[in-house]
Nanobody, 130 residues
Framework: QVQLVESGGGLVQAGGSLTLSCAAS????????MAWFRQAPEKERDFVAA????????YYAASVKGRFTISRDNAKNTVYLQMNRLKAEDTAVYYC???????????????????????WGQGTQVTVSS
């Protein structure tokens, strides 16, 4: 049984930082691309960042590039999202997701599509006060 468990969310002031973690079990973590998505109230679930299993390539949404950093520790089966210079518009539930990192993952249209992902966590709330 695959489980993805996010942690690290909370309330932070604008300009502050948070680090989210996602611990995976029940899958061969090192073979999966991992991504973070977020969903604000009454909005769609949007791509935030991703990291491949094959070469560790990273990808970011334009809105977070330069502020957020995704990383992974295959020894700990964990993916992280370091979030700096947080803004009120970053407020959302953050989800981690796993994809089997096939050839299509190199295409932006693939990895930013939430329907492509095989497994999801339950989400963690991030609230940024202005």
């Amino acid at each position: 049984q695959v489980q993805l468990v996010e942690s690290g969310g909370g309330l932070v002031q604008a300009g502050g930082s948070l680090t989210l973690s996602c611990a995976a079990s029940g899958l061969t973590f090192s073979r999966y691309a991992m991504a973070w998505f977020r969903q604000a109230p009454e909005k769609e679930r949007d791509f935030v960042a991703a990291i491949r299993s094959s070469d560790g390539s990273t990808y970011y949404a334009a809105s977070v590039k330069g502020r957020f950093t995704i990383s992974r520790d295959n020894a700990k089966n964990t993916v992280y999202l370091q979030m700096n210079r947080l803004k009120a518009e970053d407020t959302a539930v953050y989800y981690c997701a796993a994809d089997n990192d096939g050839p299509g993952y190199g295409e932006s249209s693939y990895r930013t599509n939430s329907r492509r992902y095989d497994y999801w966590g339950q989400g963690t709330q991030v609230t940024v006060s202005s």
